[in-house]
């Protein structure tokens, strides 16, 4: 899209309805807006009571959504604009346009490569002749001229704004029209002499069946949007968009905003003599089912609900004769001069459930993966039926090589395009391929490494049923005859490889904001006559602007950005983790990662609000961390369960390569990233005992595959950095110390052993040379040592208390510590100096956990746990303030040294609690 568009529209739209409140124009017919849409348009909005419907939603994400567009927030301005003029004249632009509905129709223009709108209003004032009103006011403001234009079909007129483009509209009884393209204003007169059959007629069984005075409508018109898809297409792919024109000819919607959703339920028209649709016509609609065979690398899926084989088999040939495809031909050719009895015809007597094709993106090749899966009720007689036939395909002199993968068999089929044989068309460009059989389905990929990738993909759970993304809150798991399934942000870097430069120049200055779109699904179901129940819906990410501010909010005047201070979010389900504190690398917000005791992983907003949750199957071991995989500064989630390391992005979806896999029970992870180089690498202790490094692709490295130690280690693997040497650290709980090189070398005079058996955590103190380093760590006999990144002791003490009681607890930072011991019925804090802070009295409480923040250098905060319940202590010189809450996990606390505030973020059973402070 060119700039002039952008400009012009926004000078459009305060024209028009400049128009329309100086417009006083009555008269008895009445002509319904939809009647005078012109036959070429892609595709109609019609928005019943704006005021009101403005009002309402402003506060959801999807308008949030359609807002982030340069022509929305132009709009907006000179709707503001509009509403101050008015005002003077004793009219608001809530009073002009009423409780009556708008329409735009949008519509291409071929020589400028533009797209262009008609807009449509009702006339409600009846004071004062419809030109006399504009010629007042050209009276008036002398920047503007009105013209008369008389032409075949009728008259319009032409109002210019100085230094502006022209705009042109006409009224047709109470309704007006304006535009700023003299071609549609002029296409709008013929429409009125001459009615198209699409918009006077078919479109009137919609209209009958929708209430049109209640609903925000949509009207979609494919044949054509397909023309114009075809002409901003590169010459390698016009064919296949064109041919989107015989899919179905339109469809209208009646549309609902939900906060993150857009759905549009209604009816699609398919002539039965020569629309794809229609194929499934017969057919019962189907569940939606295998999303535990759909990897989460999907671009895009298309599915088709198969109840009868044989009859769809028969309506596809009659559609494929009526355009003079000879498919029976091309079958022949495809099996060759076999003498095998298998055929494609008896392909279809098995097929039973839901028929898929998917588009994949692999990032290791940068080559797109096409998979076909085909169902039946009878997998093993289908499999070898398609496999009579895969072998058909190979001359008697050509090998039919099989290959074992895992628990499958891999084979090849030599013909060419196979699903476009089964489909048609829309299908084309598979080449050959290679197919397994897979639970119920025979699933067929383009190359003998992608149909790896999706078995691979498979077995690590990598799949929609993993994954609730794909499906939540939109009706993807409906019984259908048609879906499709389009996950955005993927599919926009392949689509720009696709369109002409212009195309392209639009998602490019949208990408942001197009990339919002989470997830896009579409829907088609029979209704027994030449009509499709249809559902799409869209699914939108959170914007991150226009969160509606209550008494109770903060502001950051750098992102515009809202917060509410307090908040509770109740997820319904045991909260099994702490809050992990994690930023939103768009906005620069804190937010919160937790996990239920289902097992599913959970992201927070700053305002409180629950984003999406992913099912793992194991709690999660130790910390979250958030990592930049691409370098481009966009983090992603990373954590570990017993089994898998897992990496999820902002939106909550699977990174590529992850899971990871490891083998034996995972029990501590770190990330470490050498020289700050975002090469990251993830080292694992697990129960063999062993540690093992993996790159970000996956790859067990040289050293460390595996590296054998002797037992449980006490916390996960420390990774510090002097004078340009990498060490690795490890403490295991049986005293033995370990210090490696990155490479996995043993440091000199390392391992050794404390005999003795010690507890979490380690602290290290990192010096400027290898030698003035050293490390702190205390035992079950409450000792406390000091060695030497030398091997050599320092330091050792016993403290006096309960047996077992000392703890050593680091600060957030990792850069102090403080220690506590109990001591009767007190509990001693002391400083890493071993001067005692201050005591507290038990009372018979049994303390589990206690963490440390340091907040100055004469003040810190200890905040301690029991079951169920917690306290927190501020230390300030001797002064000691106490403050008892509940949870039931260990808090994250963040202190502003600016405002002096706290913000606790605590769990309290299903619960989630933000409060600040003073």
């Given amino acids: 899209m060119n700039k002039k568009y952008y400009s012009v529209i926004g000078g459009v739209v305060f024209l028009v309805v400049l128009v329309i409140g100086f417009t006083l124009f009555s008269s008895d017919d009445k002509v319904d807006k939809w009647t005078l849409v012109p036959k070429n348009t892609l595709f109609a909005i019609e928005v019943n009571n704006l005021p009101s419907f403005w009002g309402e939603n402003q506060s959801k994400e999807s308008i949030n959504f359609l807002q982030q567009f ?111 393209e003299q071609v549609l204003i002029e296409n709008v007169l013929t429409q009125i002499q001459n009615p198209d059959e699409i918009i006077q007629n078919n479109l009137e069984k919609h209209l009958s069946k929708t209430n049109t005075n209640d609903q925000n409508n949509v009207f979609v018109n494919l044949p054509e949007l397909s023309r114009v898809f075809a002409s901003l ?89 009526e355009r003079e495809l000879m498919m029976k ?17 008896e392909i279809y007597e098995h097929l039973q459930g839901v028929v898929a094709y998917a588009v994949l993106e692999n990032k290791k090749t940068n080559q797109l993966e096409k998979v076909m899966y085909l169902p039946s009720q009878d997998i093993e007689t289908f499999y070898t039926t398609f496999d ?17 993968y895992k628990d499958y068999v891999i084979a090849p089929i030599n013909s060419t395009d196979f699903p476009y044989l089964l489909l048609g068309e829309y299908f084309a460009g598979f080449g050959k391929g290679y197919y397994a059989k897979v639970q119920n389905y025979i699933v067929i990929a383009n190359t003998q490494k992608a149909l790896k990738n999706i078995l691979q993909d498979i077995e690590s759970e990598n799949t929609w049923n993993r994954s609730s993304l794909h499906t939540k809150d939109l009706s993807l798991l409906s019984e259908s005859n048609v879906g499709l399934y389009l996950n955005p ?81 109740d997820l319904g389900k045991e909260l099994i983790t702490k809050p992990f504190v994690v930023i939103n690398h768009e906005t620069k917000q804190k937010e919160i990662f937790t996990q239920d005791k289902e097992h599913n992983v959970i992201l927070i907003s700053s305002s409180g609000k629950a984003l999406w949750d992913y099912p793992v199957r194991n709690p999660i071991v130790g910390k979250v961390f958030q990592v930049d995989l691409y370098k481009n500064e966009k983090l992603q989630y990373l954590f570990a369960t017993k089994e898998y390391i897992y990496c999820l992005d902002r939106r909550g979806r699977l990174v590529d390569n992850f899971p990871i896999k490891v083998p034996n029970d995972i029990q501590t992870l770190n990330v470490i990233d050498y020289s700050s180089s975002k090469k990251y690498r993830f080292l694992v202790s697990t ?59 043993k440091y000199k005079d390392f391992p050794i052993v404390l005999g003795t058996t010690l507890k979490s955590p380690v602290f290290i103190a990192k010096g400027k040379k290898m030698k003035n380093s050293t490390f702190s760590v205390v035992n079950t006999d409450n000792t406390i040592f000091k060695y030497g990144f030398d091997a050599e002791k320092k330091f050792s003490k016993k403290m006096e208390g309960d047996e077992g009681s000392l703890q050593m607890i680091l600060a957030p ?18 400083d890493k100096y071993l001067k005692e802070l201050f005591k507290i009295e038990l009372k018979g409480t049994t303390l589990e956990k206690t963490q440390f923040y340091p907040l100055s250098k004469q003040k810190n905060l200890f905040v301690n746990y029991s079951k169920n319940k917690a306290f927190w202590t501020i230390q300030d010189k001797k002064n000691l303030i106490q403050k008892e809450f509940s949870a039931t996990q260990n808090s994250s606390l963040l202190y502003s040294k600016s405002s002096k505030e706290y913000t606790v973020y605590r769990i309290d059973k299903t619960k989630v609690i933000k409060e600040v402070i003073r």
Wanted: one cysteine or more; hydrophobic letters at 35%.
């Fill in 70 to 180: 340069e022509v929305s927030e132009q709009t907006k301005s000179r709707l503001a604009q509009l509403d101050k003029i008015l005002r003077k004249k004793e009219y608001t632009l809530a009073d002009i346009l009423g409780e009556k509905s708008g329409l735009a129709s949008f519509h291409y223009i071929v020589d400028q490569e533009d797209l262009a709108t008609i807009y449509y209003f009702p006339i409600l004032s009846q004071d004062l002749s419809f030109v006399n009103a504009l010629n007042e006011y050209v009276e008036v403001d002398s920047s503007f001229s009105l013209k008369e234009k008389q032409v075949e079909n009728g008259v319009y007129w032409e109002l210019k704004e100085e230094g502006k483009p022209s705009f042109y509209f006409l009224k047709h009884h109470q309704v007006f029209v304006g535009t700023s």
């Fill in 233 to 321: 297409a590169t010459d390698d792919n016009k064919q296949l968009l064109a041919s989107l024109e015989l899919f179905s000819e339109h469809t209208f919607f009646e549309a609902e905003l939900q906060q993150n959703n857009i759905l549009l339920n209604g009816f699609t028209y398919a002539p039965k003599d020569w629309a794809y649709l229609n194929c499934f016509h017969d057919q019962t609609p189907q569940k939606f089912e295998g999303t535990n065979l759909f990897s989460n690398r999907t671009l895009s899926l298309s599915y088709f609900g198969v109840s009868d084989g044989t009859e769809l088999k028969e309506n596809l040939l009659s559609y494929w004769e």
């Fill in 329 to 345: 031909d091309k079958w022949e050719e495809a099996v060759g001069n076999s003498e095998l009895e298998a055929s494609f015809e």
């Fill in 388 to 404: 009579n036939l895969a072998k058909a395909t190979f001359l008697s002199s050509e090998p039919f090589d099989t290959e074992k």
């Fill in 489 to 569: 942000t993927k599919v926009l870097r392949e689509i720009k490889n696709l369109v002409t430069p212009t195309a392209s120049t639009f998602i490019n200055r949208y990408e942001k904001v197009l990339s919002k779109l989470e997830v896009v699904s579409l829907q088609f179901a029979t209704n027994g006559e030449e009509e499709y129940y249809t559902d799409w819906g869209l699914r939108v990410g959170d914007i991150g602007t226009n969160v509606q501010v209550t008494s109770n909010t903060e502001t950051n005047s750098n992102t515009r950005v809202y917060q509410k201070k307090n908040w509770v979010q």
């Fill in 687 to 745: 129960n063999e005992p062993a540690l093992r490094m993996y790159d970000k692709k996956g790859k067990n490295l040289r050293g460390w595959n595996p590296q054998e130690i002797t037992g449980k280690l006490v916390e996960p693997t420390q990774h510090i950095r002097v004078k340009g040497k990498d060490v690795i650290f490890a403490v295991q709980q049986n005293g033995t110390i370990h210090v490696w090189s990155r490479s996995g070398r």
């Fill in 813 to 830: 930072s990792q850069e102090e510590y403080a220690l506590a011991v109990n001591k009767g019925g007190e509990q001693v804090f002391y």
